[in-house]
């Protein structure tokens, strides 16, 4: 799996270069940034995003500890007349002798993909 980490400003950025792969590619909003990137939707970036996503088949979740922030999230995209909602990924953290790690896990188990980009409110933030 590769995973690809971006400091919000380049959300679109990152967006665009991806979007022009044919991989299947799962964005995912991590936890407690959420807040940060819903904000661009001033511009309708969610709208974009979302319409993007279902276009090229590429899936859009979110990345939470807690359950609540996805309800909000799904509320505010629904709000927004986006049909196209996330799906909600839990996301354990754990330690090892070789530091926090992050478990992603759905109701099924662990999750395995291909491609994992994770947008993070600043860039110091680690998975």
Known sequence: MSVELAHVNEF??????NMQTEAPYLIALKSGKCGACLR????????????RCEQRNIGLVVLSTDSYEYDDVRSFMKQHGLTYLPSFIRLEKWDDKK????DLRNENGPLQV?????FFENSTAAV
């Open 114 to 118: 291909e491609n994992l980009i994770i």
């Open 40 to 51: 661009l939707d001033e511009q309708g970036f969610f709208h974009q995003l979302s319409k």
């Open 12 to 17: 679109t950025k990152c967006l665009v270069k």
């Open 99 to 102: 530091g926090t790690l992050y």
